[in-house]
């Protein structure tokens, strides 16, 4: 299927639109619609922005689309329809992350909606945080003011599904660490305050590229369900006030948003040693300001990742500084267990494919590389099913051949999988990973 991405509607859209609102509401397990509300909102020319749309193009067509409207102080999701063949597809918490922007930039910080549990955008729902209510009522609340959302904006910031956090596969252990250190005192802030439990504020990730630190920052946001905002260090050497302004103009405009997870990769980049790097000082001054004003307000979250931590900074790594220092390493077999499962899950023949076979023929692989395996090696079965080239003898040497691909006659195979992983190499090599285990015996603190 070929991409799709999402755009606020514009009024030409409205035909193409209405059609797929009446194609949805007719399938089987669609959604009610409210057609009346819906059109109402859509034939409003130029679009009302108390009432937003937006839609979800594939290509030329369009193959999603959400309403909602603002009702006094909250906000009301009207519709989310989305085409039959492009269920699934993340579509429906895209057009519904839109709409609740929109939405909040209209004063809305409760947004609701009407959904008959077990409907087709249920889910689209759930992942977006909302919870039922009432009987067919679902309600959520956006931990954003209004006035703050052009300030995350401007940094590039977003809140993101909650999804991301249940998503999160191949690390387990981290996961449940930030559920007892940061999540819990949070959610039980009294509790931990009698019993004298400081809520971490601020968080360094280290270990080797493409084992998931980014998104493992941006998953904690999404469990705390505050906006994250990552502040890239080329995007701010590229401002016209140099690298160390635009972080101190970054921070203290973030500081004042109500809720928020600051998160900064490769920090290696801008807080290497002095020593090392005397032209780094006033970058590695204002970071080291910024700690500070991060442990001197509750709801915001600092998190900072490298893939070399032994060159960061002394001063920047010493205790004090950083409440958690997280060592995230390659998966361990279980952990690649999960993550591949999870890479497989709209395999036709998933079933079928010998799972520990692969876990171990992908050892000190990094997330990015199962991923890498598992596209190269779906596209092998892909070219061999489109190509018509089955090996003799074998049960999927039936398919119709070129332009007739069946993927149940030529499905992915477990040897698809091995083979990709023998040609590819690992992220990690042992001599990384000896210097990486080195570095988590002398610099985690949990």
């Known amino acids: 299927m070929p991409i799709w991405?999402?755009?606020?509607?514009?009024?030409?859209?409205?035909?193409?639109?209405?059609r797929l609102l009446?194609?949805?509401?007719?399938?089987?397990?669609?959604?009610?619609?409210?057609?009346?509300?819906?059109?109402?909102a859509l034939r409003h020319e130029p679009p009302d922005t108390e009432s937003p749309a937006v839609v979800a193009i594939a290509g030329e067509h369009i193959v999603g689309a959400a309403v909602g409207r603002k009702e006094g102080g909250r906000g009301r999701v009207l519709t989310v329809a989305i085409a039959p063949a492009w269920r699934h597809h993340g579509i429906g918490s895209g057009l519904l992350q839109s709409v609740e922007n929109q939405l909040l930039h209209v004063g809305c910080r409760q947004i609701t909606t009407l959904i008959t549990p077990g409907q087709s955008d249920e889910e689209a729902f759930l992942n977006r945080g909302f919870a039922a209510t009432g009987q067919m009522v679902y309600d959520k609340q956006i931990p954003l003011r209004p006035a703050d959302v052009s300030t995350v904006e401007r940094w590039g910031g977003a809140l993101l599904s909650t999804s991301e956090w249940s998503n999160l596969a191949g690390m387990e252990?981290?996961?449940?660490?930030?559920?007892?250190?940061?999540?819990?005192?949070?959610?039980?802030?009294?509790?931990?305050?009698?019993y004298?439990?400081?809520?971490?504020?601020a968080m360094l990730l280290f270990g080797p590229p493409g084992t998931g630190k980014t998104s493992f920052a941006r998953a904690v946001a999404a469990r705390l369900e505050w906006p994250f905002v990552e502040l890239l260090p080329s995007r701010l050497a590229s401002g016209g006030s140099g690298l160390a302004a635009e972080l101190r103009s970054a921070i203290n405009a973030l500081m004042g948003v109500e809720r928020v997870v600051v998160f900064i990769d490769e920090v290696d980049e801008i807080a290497q040693s002095r020593e090392t790097r005397p032209e780094n000082q006033s970058v590695v001054n204002e970071l080291l300001k910024a700690i500070p004003l991060f442990r001197g307000v509750q709801g915001r979250l600092l998190i900072c990742a490298t893939n070399a931590v032994s060159a960061l900074d002394?001063?920047?790594?010493?205790?004090?500084?950083?409440?958690?220092?997280?060592?995230?390493?390659?998966?361990?077999?279980?952990?690649?267990?999960?993550?591949?499962?999870?890479?497989?899950?709209?395999?036709?023949?998933?079933?079928?494919?010998?799972?520990?076979?692969?876990?171990?023929?992908?050892?000190l692989f990094t997330p990015a590389d199962l991923t890498a395996v598992v596209q190269r090696s779906a596209a092998a079965a892909f070219h061999r099913a489109t190509d018509g080239g089955f090996e003799p003898g074998k049960p999927d040497s039936d398919a119709a051949g070129?332009?007739?691909?069946?993927?149940?006659?030529?499905?992915?195979?477990?040897?698809?999988?091995?083979?990709?992983?023998?040609?590819?190499?690992?992220?990690?090599?042992?001599?990384?990973?000896?210097?990486?285990?080195?570095?988590?015996?002398?610099?985690?603190?949990?």
């Open 5 to 18: 991405h999402i755009r606020p509607y514009e009024t030409v859209d409205y035909a193409a639109t209405v």
């Open 22 to 40: 009446e194609e949805v509401r007719s399938s089987p397990g669609g959604p009610p619609i409210n057609l009346t509300d819906t059109v109402l």
């Open 173 to 194: 252990e981290e996961r449940s660490l930030i559920e007892k250190r940061l999540l819990l005192p949070v959610r039980e802030r009294e509790l931990a305050e009698a």
């Open 196 to 201: 004298g439990v400081v809520i971490p504020t």
């Open 314 to 363: 002394p001063a920047f790594v010493r205790p004090g500084r950083f409440d958690l220092v997280l060592p995230v390493g390659p998966p361990d077999a279980t952990g690649r267990r999960v993550l591949l499962a999870g890479l497989l899950d709209r395999v036709a023949n998933k079933a079928k494919i010998d799972l520990d076979a692969v876990v171990a023929a992908t050892d």
């Open 402 to 446: 070129p332009g007739h691909a069946d993927p149940a006659a030529s499905p992915l195979r477990t040897e698809d999988l091995i083979d990709a992983a023998r040609q590819a190499r690992p992220t990690i090599s042992l001599t990384e990973l000896d210097r990486f285990r080195r570095d988590a015996e002398a610099f985690t603190r949990i």
